[in-house]
């Protein structure tokens, strides 16, 4: 049995210098439809051709490319982080909370590799 139980969505999430012109990009080259925009979070959202899979853009003066991360969904984001660590899971840093947005924690697997966990707080708006 797995230490935490995860939601069946996850979140493929790329650093982008322009949010708003990778969405248009990814609508245009793959048919991938924009779900928002989050201005104030730096951070927009496109839902992919496969379900429960949607692609996260974050923007950054200087993305490098490569680097994205697999955000996994979950109910209880606090719970399954304190289950974890209690597995000797390292994380990175503190909890991030956007208010009535998102709670996310980036943790690493034993090859350092970033994952990252994430609560959706818009009950389901």
């Known amino acids: 049995m797995s230490v935490i139980s995860l939601e069946n969505t996850i979140t493929i999430a790329m650093s982008v210098k322009d949010r708003h012109a990778s969405a248009k990009w ?3 080259m ?3 439809e ?10 927009s959202e496109l839902q992919t051709k496969t379900a429960g ?18 955000v996994f969904g979950i ?4 719970s399954a982080r304190k289950a974890l660590e209690q597995a000797g899971v390292k994380f990175d840093g503190e ?5 009535g947005m998102v ?6 697997d034993p090859d350092n590799n970033a994952l990252m966990l994430a609560e959706d707080l818009t009950g389901g708006a």
């Not at 996260?56 to 490319?65: A, K």
């Open 103 to 108: 709670k996310t924690a980036t943790f690493y």
């Open 26 to 28: 990814f609508e245009d």
């Open 34 to 43: 924009t779900l928002y925009h989050a201005d104030e979070a730096g951070w």
């Open 30 to 32: 793959l048919g991938f």
């Open 53 to 70: 899979v949607t692609l996260g853009l974050g923007e950054h003066t200087e993305p490098v490319p490569g680097n994205s991360v697999p």
């Open 95 to 99: 909890t991030d909370v956007v208010e």
């Open 75 to 78: 109910l209880d984001l606090d």
